[in-house]
């Protein structure tokens, strides 16, 4: 079988099932996943149904695979999943570096709305 995926994809999926230890997925007609639960969240997670639901498309990230099954281990817990699939770290790469550039604006305008009611 020709496998089509490398670790650290991001892969589009179909939730399949559950269980207590994680949620199994469907990629394609060849290709399912197991979102372990480990790989689900940074913070605890007590109930695996609380992230997705049965039949909902989601986003994956590769963490490793097996040709002869064509079985992937995925993870969502350093993307959005529910969203588009981009890393959380990627997306947050610039931190407080708008709310710097436009705080000097919003005081002044502020300023100037507290000027003009008096």
Known sequence: ??????????????????K????????DDNT???IHI???????VNNVLDYAELGEEIYAKV???DE??????LSIK??????????????NKNGFLPLKEHLNIWI???LEEFKSSE
Do not use: P, Q, R
């Not at 079988?1 to 559950?18: H, Q, S, Y």
């Not at 002869?68 to 281990?73: R, Y």
């Not at 350093?78 to 997306?91: F, P, Q, R, V, W």
């Open 32 to 34: 399912s996943g197991l």
């Open 108 to 110: 002044n305008e502020k």
């Open 63 to 65: 963490i490793d695979y």
């Open 38 to 44: 480990s790989e689900i969240s940074k913070s605890f």
């Open 78 to 91: 350093n993307i959005n999943y529910m969203l588009d699939g981009k890393d959380t770290a990627e997306s």
């Open 68 to 73: 002869e099954t064509g079985h992937l281990k």
């Open 20 to 27: 207590e230890y994680g949620i199994f997925v469907k990629i």
């Open 1 to 18: 079988m020709l496998f089509m995926f490398e670790v650290g994809d991001t892969v589009k999926c179909v939730v399949t099932g559950f």
